[in-house]
């Protein structure tokens, strides 16, 4: 005859939850939650075997084969050289297109400032604006403002040929001597075309000046007069 295990009744009240079958089916689900969870826990190790064993054989380096040649290689070379050599010629050709617009933009500033040179003192047009004349006994020149604007003087000033000459380009002032003492002494029409230097240090400028030699009733030449202008093309310092 087996004598009945005696059990704790203070522990057994303290994990009870109810009745009997309230304690039976509690700790049931409890049981049968755990062993679920260890099933998937077992089956995720499971999965994840075969994937990691996959992943370190796509990390494996892959070996060259059996047909990758020193030829292969060779030529996988030169043709990298072709290309590094194709882009270097087309670089060198945008410098030398970007070279020439900076010489294009270069020139139509100048251009365009000699423009604004000649409508900065009037909008609307002055005849009197171009004008210049020389004495032929004093030998001073006399300019309109823009003339002696254009070439440094101060206002309202009468320069002598000699400082007048200083103004212009050293290349071109023994030419425009001669070419004034030939409209004297001859008569003949005064033209020419040459840079000048202003005094005030801004940029050289070309000019076309004309002009006629006006004669007194004794026909003794008084002074050579007429008009000038900007040349509106690349300055004579350039060429």
């Known amino acids: 005859m087996s004598v009945p295990i005696p059990l704790n009744t ?6 009870s939850v109810g009745s009997a079958w309230q304690n039976f089916l509690f700790y049931g689900a409890i049981f049968y939650l755990l062993y ?3 099933f998937l ?14 992943s370190i054989e796509q990390e494996k380096p892959i070996q060259p084969g059996a047909n990758t040649t020193n030829e292969t290689l060779l030529n996988i070379n030169a043709a990298s050289n072709a290309e590094i050599a194709v882009l270097k010629n087309e670089l060198l050709a945008l410098g030398e297109e970007l070279e020439l617009s900076y010489i294009k933009s270069d020139r139509l500033n100048d251009q365009l400032s000699e423009i604004l040179d000649c409508l900065e003192l009037t909008v609307a047009y002055d005849h009197t604006l171009w004008d ?3 004495d032929f006994n004093s030998k001073e020149f006399t300019f309109s403002d823009y003339g002696l604007r254009l070439r440094g ?16 380009d050293p290349r ?9 003492e030939k409209s004297f002494k001859t008569g003949a029409d005064f033209s020419m075309t040459y840079l000048i230097n202003p005094l005030d240090g801004s940029r050289p ?7 006629k030699v006006l004669y007194n009733e004794h026909g003794t030449p008084v002074k050579l007069f007429g008009k000038f202008a900007l040349t509106h093309t690349e300055p004579l310092v350039k060429k």
Do not use: C
């Not at 203070?10 to 994990?15: E, K, S, T």
């Not at 826990?41 to 996959?54: H, L």
């Not at 071109?172 to 070419?179: P, S, Y």
């Open 132 to 134: 210049w004349s020389l």
């Open 172 to 180: 071109h002032r023994q030419a425009v001597l001669d070419a004034v």
């Open 10 to 15: 203070p522990i057994l009240n303290y994990f």
């Open 41 to 54: 826990i077992r089956r995720k190790k499971n999965y994840k075997q075969p994937a990691a064993d996959a």
């Open 205 to 211: 400028k070309e000019i076309k000046a004309t002009g």
């Open 153 to 168: 003087f101060p206002e309202k000033t009468k320069p002598v040929i000699d400082e007048a000459i200083m103004v212009v």
């Open 36 to 38: 679920l969870n260890l």
